[in-house]
């Protein structure tokens, strides 16, 4: 397994830096010993789709890009067009990834009773970029995130019986499935067939947090309660062989510090 890191936490300070933001966040990771990166899709505009500006910083600091991540919005036709640029960008700079993701509300209440009609328009519409990718040498990867249609166990299910497995795996999260109610090593083991990409992240289990903003809870690895040990052990039993990528959406210092905290935890209690 490879250890990778998002990086658009770096890229959402300056409007007009974030190429040098970009570069901060690559020099920063390869200085922490990550292998790989990964970042929300929008940094192919940021370097107006320069794919051999991005492989060279990559070079620079003896990194891989892993995987882009695409957020869907209310218009699926455009996102299946955006899906064909991304995706021609991808084979350019080696990402072989491609994470989907629902579109997400930031009004209470953050949860919802389940739609399964709009499950099924995100399945339909991941089944389409699912065959795109797969055509192309890539892999779609949906992940089930808090505060959209597919978060919870019911959800996850409902979505996995609409799509092929051959055409669209799992961007699993330790984080988001323990807010959704689900053990994660448990979470792991039920969708193993399934998992394609791994996200990290740990939770702090504070009631009155969950409750109001759930995404809140979210801490660097080993500051929370998650069982990584016996996640990354059912991940070695079903021969998952893929990349591991820790994120952390709110930094309680800096983005260097959590990512610090994180791979020392890996390191040291993983052995990674």
């Known amino acids: 397994m490879k250890i990778a890191y998002t990086g658009w936490t770096w890229l959402i300070n300056h409007q007009d830096n974030h190429k040098w933001e970009f570069e901060q966040f690559l020099k920063e990771v390869h200085d922490l010993g990550y292998q790989a990166v990964e970042n929300f899709a929008f940094v192919a505009k940021y370097f107006d789709f320069n794919a051999e500006e991005i492989n060279q910083l990559l070079a620079q600091y003896n990194l891989e890009f892993c995987n882009l991540y695409l957020h869907f919005s209310d218009d699926p036709e455009a996102d299946f067009e955006n899906a064909r640029i991304y995706v021609d960008f991808m084979k350019q700079i080696g990402a072989k990834y491609l994470n989907l993701q629902a579109v997400m509300w930031k009004d209470q209440p953050n949860l919802r009773p389940t739609d399964l009609a709009q499950i099924e328009a995100y399945a339909q519409l991941s089944d389409r970029i699912g065959r795109l990718c797969l055509e192309n040498g890539l892999t779609a990867c949906f992940h089930p995130h808090a505060n959209t249609a597919v978060f ?58 969950l409750a109001e903003n759930p995404m809140a809870s979210f801490c660097p690895l080993g500051d929370g309660t998650i069982d990584f040990a016996g996640v990354h052990r059912t991940l070695q039993a079903h021969g998952y062989d893929g990349y591991l990528c820790v994120e952390l959406d709110k930094q309680p210092v800096c983005n260097y510090k959590s990512a610090m905290v994180s791979r020392r935890y890996l390191q040291d209690v993983l052995g990674l």
């Open 152 to 209: 919870t166990e019911e959800q996850i299910d409902h979505f996995l019986a609409h799509t092929r497995p051959e055409r669209v795996k799992l961007c699993l999260d330790t984080a988001h499935t323990t807010i959704a109610g689900m053990d994660a090593v448990q979470a792991f083991e039920r969708y193993a067939d399934r998992i394609g990409y791994v996200h990290l992240k740990d939770v702090r289990p504070d009631p009155v947090i």
